[in-house]
């Protein structure tokens, strides 16, 4: 069975600074792995994905996730922070065990940007 | 290109009532997937259509929950009689395939509630 645990529900941080949002999955399979992100009365946006290829994914705005076998981690950085990044974000993994492509979320982080 | 659409964006009901969410998917996409986050919860798997047959409806809640996708465009959920702890937000999703890595495209979700 497939599990994304995200270890924080709210993370804040100054405009201008590192984010770090934890993501930790577990999967009996090669994981495919994305990270969401809702933006206020918004629908849920791709910002990237891990199909096994490599293990540093680039995604939009700046975002970028590593993908470490060995720690079973999946964890969202940007360098520095906007304000327009305050929004809820999603680590997901895929489900090998149900239909080809249902997805399973984790609880989400909020991140909130200080100006 | 249009993206997913979903309507209503916001429903208020009486315990007993029904009440029927549309899902419009982008044009060309075979796969339709809905989801629903109940207060607190994450974002779960509801089902899965391939264009008009439901490839997966293993996290249907139960009987008093309906989907349809009448000649493979558009999709319906009806919940009849909706109850107390349907209240939550429902999105839905859609891709062109279905196999890893392969991005699922959400609407801006309809939210549910239930008096």
């Known amino acids: 069975a497939q599990s994304v645990t995200q270890l924080d529900s709210h993370v804040s941080v100054s405009e201008g600074t590192p984010v770090l949002l934890r993501c930790n999955y577990s999967?009996?399979?090669?994981?495919?792995l994305f990270w969401y992100v809702q933006h206020p009365n918004k629908g849920l946006q791709l910002l990237l994905k891990?199909?096994?290829?490599?293990?540093l994914v680039k995604g939009i705005n700046g975002f970028e996730a590593e993908f470490k076998k060995s720690e079973t981690s999946f964890h969202l950085t940007k360098p520095s922070a906007h304000m327009s990044d305050a929004a809820e974000y999603f680590c997901?993994?895929?489900?090998?065990?149900?239909?080809?492509?249902?997805?399973?979320f984790g609880k989400g982080t909020k991140l909130s940007v200080k100006p | 290109e249009a993206g997913v659409t979903q309507f209503p964006s916001h429903s208020v009901i009486e315990k007993g009532q029904t009440v029927t969410l549309r899902c419009d998917p982008i044009?060309?996409?075979?796969?339709l997937y809905w989801y629903r986050r109940v207060m607190g919860k994450e974002i779960k798997f509801l089902l899965h259509?391939?264009?008009?047959?439901?490839?997966?409806e293993s996290g249907m809640p139960n009987n008093r929950f309906l989907a349809e996708r009448t000649g493979g465009t558009y999709s319906t959920l009806k919940v009849q009689p909706a109850e107390l702890e349907d209240s939550g937000v429902y999105f839905c999703?859609?891709?062109?395939?279905?196999?890893?890595?392969?991005?699922?495209?959400f609407g801006p979700g309809t939210r549910l509630t239930v008096l």
């Open positions: 999703a859609s891709s062109q395939l279905a196999g890893a890595g392969n991005e699922q495209f």
């Open positions: 999967s009996s399979y090669s994981p495919s």
């Open positions: 891990y199909t096994s290829a490599a293990t």
């Open positions: 997901v993994v895929r489900n090998y065990g149900g239909s080809q492509g249902n997805l399973i």
């Open positions: 044009s060309g996409h075979d796969n």
């Open positions: 259509f391939v264009k008009e047959s439901k490839q997966d």
